[in-house]
């Protein structure tokens, strides 16, 4: 493990000037304390409680090296099968990492709306985002997002003034090419809803062929009151691509976040989710589907902290698991004393297709006060017989009838996606999932 | 020739003898009734037409339409024109019943070598058939079954057939759980289905089905056989003195 942290840090020493942000002491300083942790923790071991189902080893032992530009000449035919919508959606896009211009599409935006790479607003404009950069959660299982504080090459950065509307969704997409060494990105991306504004954020990973790529990325979000946003996170790399994720929200009061992940790529995909409910009657659903066949490995941890009183938080999260694929989900709803007036339900369903598929799921309530309502349930269960035989006798074949059985079981999950032009191509994005596994 | 030979039919579950040399004949159009006390058998004879696993045929044999049936998949059955209305349907969460009845009825065009029916042509053809079942605008979009009442079900059930158009339906227990309102409606969209070539199998424990749509015979399952064959009459007679006296 040491030669691959070594190999991070040499890069970090050597392409220090080149990062983004150098010119900002506030940023440099924040580059090296990360760096720092990350030497002293390493890569986390499955030692640790968070990660003991889920190695990493096949990760750190592929020698990935961090993307510089010029490598990229894609024309826009090239992203049109990973984008939503051409026009009804503004996006800002990323190739193997690094912020794209002409494959980007922001006009029309509404005025004070700032969308932008992040790497060039810190060179630029390094107040705006200084801000949102310096937080880190401290903890020995962090060596991913610390590696990510300090090497984030781009992102995205939005922010969302006071009352402004964002009437089509912004469509982040990160794509990665085939390279000749494997290659890894971290973009670093912030999300600011002001006060009173809305927004719906559609954040998807994607390779362009079998790339084998390392993308480690990290997502703040930051909720003002009343804010609504739509948070929508497609993981859809190829079958021998790596992903870790987080996404951090924070939400103020009467605040609302709803968060639909769906995951069918990678062959090594760990998304942490983790929301603090920070103020009186914020409200946050997460949901999830993952769809993993052959070898997969995917693993999510949500925690869900309700540090204020009177806020709401449901969770679904639905997996299903072919061949020998392997799932992890791990949530934790944590109530700390004298939080009072909270609510909270959390489900884990899992759907085993084959005899040597796998599932570890695991829902957690930690309640340390009263007067709440918080409930939690997880099941795991294979394909019911005589539903496949009632398909079967109205003329489906058993292809046919397992295949409507496993969409009906990811059906809830996806009806949650709005609007209705996100649901339809998630919706196929998943069909493509289901023949794959 | 007959749409429907059993001949001397023995059938295990978990090899118990359930069926025992059971013979039923049904020609083109003719609707017949099984009537029977519990374990009789019927349901076993029902699933045992549709193809479901687990049961063990261990004597006689079944032509449907002049085709050795124990060896087509359940599928293929259905396709060719068998349908079963389940006594118990399943609720399939997530799949609403437009979209089941659109993949059976394309399955069944494909295996005719029929045009699939496009959208449009679907829609008006489902609701013809929605509206002749009196069954609320967004049935269709309801998931198959899912929360259903037991009279919803049964309704579903016939809605299926009623796409579906099969040579021989067979309904086990249709009529159970349905109040007199709903299996007047049952019996009328069992009628309307009746013509000189589709034939059906009812099972069923009740007379007062049977008065709606009236059979062309009666036979009377008992210990795996059948033990007695008659008109309509016979299930007024069973209903007032019960099987007893047939043992």
Redesign the interface.
């Known amino acids: 493990m040491n030669t691959a942290m070594n190999a991070y840090q040499d890069h970090f020493v050597e392409h220090a000037m080149q990062l983004p942000g150098f010119d900002s002491v506030s940023v440099r300083v924040s580059r090296q304390e990360a760096m720092q942790r990350f030497m002293q923790s390493g890569f986390p071991t499955q030692r640790l409680e968070n990660w003991k189902h889920t190695s990493v080893t096949a990760l750190w032992k592929r020698a990935y090296k961090p993307s510089e530009p010029g490598c990229m000449g894609l024309d826009p035919d090239d992203i049109t099968p990973y984008l939503a919508d051409r026009r009804g959606v503004y996006r800002l896009v990323f190739v193997n990492g690094l912020f794209s211009r002409p494959l980007s599409d922001l006009h029309d935006l509404p005025v004070g709306v700032r969308v932008a790479s992040m790497a060039q607003l810190v060179n630029d404009s390094p107040c705006e985002v200084e801000p949102y950069l310096g937080n880190h959660t401290p903890g020995n299982d962090q060596g991913f997002s610390d590696l990510n504080h300090a090497l984030w090459g781009d992102g995205a950065f939005v922010h969302l003034p006071s009352g402004t509307r964002l009437e089509k969704p912004l469509h982040l997409l990160y794509l990665s090419t085939i390279s000749r060494e494997p290659m890894v990105a971290m973009p670093r991306n912030v999300v600011v809803a002001g006060t009173d504004a809305h927004a719906q954020i559609v954040e998807s990973y994607a390779s362009l062929g079998q790339a084998r790529h390392f993308t480690n990325a990290h997502t703040t979000l930051v909720l003002g009151e009343k804010a609504r946003v739509r948070h929508l996170l497609l993981l859809q790399e190829s079958l021998v691509a790596h992903h870790v994720g987080t996404m951090r929200a924070t939400q103020m009061g009467d605040s609302c976040l709803d968060s639909q992940l769906f995951s069918m790529g990678g062959e090594l995909t760990r998304q942490e989710l983790h929301v603090t409910l920070a103020g009186e009657r914020a409200e946050c659903s997460l949901d999830g589907l993952f769809i993993a066949g052959g070898g997969q490995h995917m693993d999510f941890h949500t925690s869900m902290h309700h540090t204020s009183p009177d806020t709401w938080s449901r969770q679904l999260y639905k997996g299903v698991l072919d061949g020998n694929a392997r799932g992890v989900f791990n949530g934790v709803v944590r109530v700390p004393p004298g939080i009072h007036h909270t609510r909270s339900n959390q489900t884990s369903a899992n759907l085993l297709l084959s005899d040597t598929a796998e599932i570890d799921t695991k829902p957690q309530l930690e309640i340390n006060t009263d007067a709440v309502q918080c409930s939690h349930g997880a099941t795991v269960g294979s394909l019911?017989?005589?539903?496949l035989?009632?398909?079967?006798?109205?003329?489906?074949?058993?292809t046919?009838?397992r295949l409507?059985?496993i969409?009906?079981?990811?059906?809830?999950v996806l009806q949650r996606v709005k609007p209705t032009l996100l649901q339809a191509w998630v919706g196929q994005s998943l069909n493509l999932g289901v023949k794959q596994s | 020739m007959n749409i429907l030979e059993v001949r001397n039919l023995h059938v295990s579950v978990m090899n118990k003898p359930i069926l025992r040399g059971l013979e039923l004949h049904l020609k083109p159009g003719e609707v017949h009734a099984i009537m029977g006390p519990n374990g009789s058998g019927k349901s076993t004879l029902a699933n045992v037409l549709a193809g479901r696993g687990d049961y063990q045929v261990t004597a006689g044999e079944i032509l449907y339409q002049g085709q050795e049936l124990l060896s087509m998949a359940p599928e293929d059955r259905a396709r060719a024109g068998l349908f079963l209305a389940f006594q118990n349907p399943v609720e399939i969460p997530g799949v609403s019943n437009v979209r089941l009845l659109k993949e059976a009825f394309n399955a069944h065009q494909r295996y005719r070598r029929l045009p699939e029916m496009d959208a449009m042509a679907f829609r008006a053809y489902l609701n013809e058939r929605t509206k002749s079942l009196e069954l609320s605008e967004d049935w269709l979009l309801r998931p198959v079954n899912a929360g259903f009442s037991g009279g919803e079900k049964k309704r579903n059930e016939l809605l299926q057939m009623m796409v579906l158009e099969p040579h021989l339906a067979i309904l086990d227990e249709i009529d159970s759980g349905l109040d007199i309102d709903a299996l007047a409606k049952v019996a009328a969209g069992i009628n309307a289905l009746r013509d000189t070539k589709r034939s059906m199998l009812l099972i069923t424990h009740y007379p007062r089905l049977l008065e709606q749509v009236p059979p062309d015979k009666v036979h009377v399952l008992i210990g795996g056989q059948i033990v007695l064959c008659g008109g309509l009459d016979l299930a007024g007679q069973l209903e007032e003195r019960g099987y007893g006296w047939l043992f």
């Open positions: 019911d017989p005589e539903a035989f009632y398909l079967q006798s109205r003329g489906l074949n058993v046919s009838a409507l059985l969409k009906g079981f990811a059906e809830e």
